[in-house]
């Protein structure tokens, strides 16, 4: 009786101890360097996504690259450039698209005109700027703005930060609006 007590209790420490060992997912994230690092995750319902920054020299910029881990692998979408004191702080999957938000300056692709948001076009296989309200994006309205995080909540696309900006034409806020794909 007692030997099947500690086996019982040896079991279940071992079951224990083997569930909270971190395991990578696969390889790691593909082609990380050592000054590389993960700046953003975030999941849905079939992967788990990652945002690396990858530096390509002073006054070149630096490429981040969307990684998709789909329990098996990995796949990369292709990269995005931005510039040297470009901050890309936040990754959310929406309606099927990637979103990358912050405070950047895109240098390639050179059309990719906006300072806040962009996201990955699954038709095009390019990145762009994401507008709304008629065709104008979402930008700051005074020099200093960051947006530093994305969720998704009831079919809309929650965007946060410290800024200060107009949506609709006239109705101005402050660190929070929604996207609903068309109209912030």
Known sequence: MIKKILFSILGFLVLQVQAQLLKPLGQGIPLIQPNDEVIATTT???????????????????????????????QQLPSIT??????????????????????FTVKTPANTNTRTIVRFNNITNKWEAVTGNGGSGFSFLTNQGMINCMTVFKNQLYIAGYFYTVVNGNDSTQHIVTYNGTNF
């Open 44 to 74: 849905d319902s079939s992967f788990i996504y990652t945002a690396t920054r990858h530096f390509n020299g002073t006054g070149k910029g630096y490429n981040v690259r969307v990684n998709k881990w789909n329990g098996f692998y990995w």
């Open 82 to 103: 931005f510039g040297d004191s470009s901050q890309v702080k936040s990754i959310a999957v929406f309606k099927n698209q990637v979103y990358l938000a912050g405070n």
